[in-house]
């Protein structure tokens, strides 16, 4: 049979080791809470306090045991004299100094990271030259001469480049963007509103009453103003453009109409026939805009 004697004894576990433990589940103030909370029990202390002023300047961090509550004056007195505080003082200085050393690592904010390097694209391949030769200039290219010092110093020869520099001096004239889908629908709207709008003013200066005028009038005040403005937008969305010719048509009329009752200048004959002349303008602008794209 063994004696007790003959078991081997267990080394106990030092405070450091402890704090080792604690830091793998908890951090910030709970590190510190429970590294108090280990510390009592270690010592058999029935209070203690760790008081660990700020980095930046300001107030000082007061944590006690068990998170018990401060009074004013105690937290107070306690935020001038920073340490770790122990009712009774019996914790040596070498352990005083780990705890501390802990508590204000624990509680240190962590530095910020620095930011990920962007990534540089590499630069193309050399290929072979493209344009003309040198001393010879194409329309829009200027040949510029460059002098460099070579690193042998001011005294030395300088070396003078040639290049061709491609740009816009000398270019022609940008030309008009070329017709998209539904440009010859938007001609024939255009060219058709003309004449809608002529027959307006016509009408209204010959005195002509009845259905045509009717008619005719009604087609002008929902399509004419506003695609006088909608045409030139080019929308290539016949929902669209439909959609936003009529809303415009009835706001152009309602607001012009409001503008003359109130200066007191209302007069239906002259107001449709001043619109009518100022879309047969804009929509003719259109129409010839539309030829020029080559539009049939």
């Excluded at 107030?59 to 105690?74: H, K």
């Excluded at 204000?104 to 493209?130: I, W």
């Excluded at 003013?201 to 006088?228: D, I, K």
């Excluded at 309602?254 to 200066?263: D, F, H």
Aim: aromatic share 4%.
């Amino acid at each position: 049979m063994t004696s007790p004697d003959d078991e081997p004894v267990t080394p106990p576990v030092t405070l450091s080791e402890e704090l080792d433990q604690v830091a793998q589940s908890r951090s910030g103030e709970a590190f510190v809470y429970e590294a108090l909370a280990r510390l009592a029990l270690r010592h058999q202390l029935s209070d203690a306090v760790v008081v660990l002023p700020e980095v930046d300047g300001g107030p000082a961090r007061v944590l006690r045991l068990d998170r018990r509550p401060l009074a004013p004056s105690m937290l107070h007195r306690l935020a001038s004299h920073p340490g770790l505080h122990c009712d009774p003082p019996r914790i040596p200085r070498e352990e005083r100094r780990l705890v501390l050393e802990r508590c204000r690592a624990a509680l240190a904010p962590e530095p910020p990271s620095a930011p990920a390097p962007e990534p540089v694209a590499p630069l193309p391949p050399a290929g072979p030259p493209v344009g003309p030769a040198l001393g010879v200039r194409a329309p829009g290219t200027v040949e510029l001469e460059v002098e460099a010092a070579p690193p042998g110093g001011p005294s030395a020869t300088p070396t003078t480049f040639r290049a061709l520099v491609r740009g816009p001096l000398g270019a022609r004239r940008r030309r008009a963007p070329g017709p998209l889908p539904g440009d010859d629908v938007r001609l024939r709207v255009s060219v058709g509103l003309v004449a809608v709008s002529l027959a307006i003013v016509a009408l209204g200066l010959a005195q002509v009453h009845g259905p045509v005028r009717f008619v005719v009038g009604l087609v002008f005040g929902l399509l004419g103003p506003g695609w006088a403005v909608v045409g030139w937008m080019r929308l290539a969305q016949p929902a669209l453009e439909l959609g936003m010719t009529l809303a415009a048509s009835l706001t152009i009329l309602m607001l012009s109409a409001q503008v003359l009752i109130t200066v007191h200048l209302w007069h239906l004959m002259g107001f449709g026939e001043v619109l009518g002349l100022v879309c047969a303008v804009s929509l003719t602008l259109q129409a010839r805009q539309h030829r020029r794209r080559g539009v049939r």
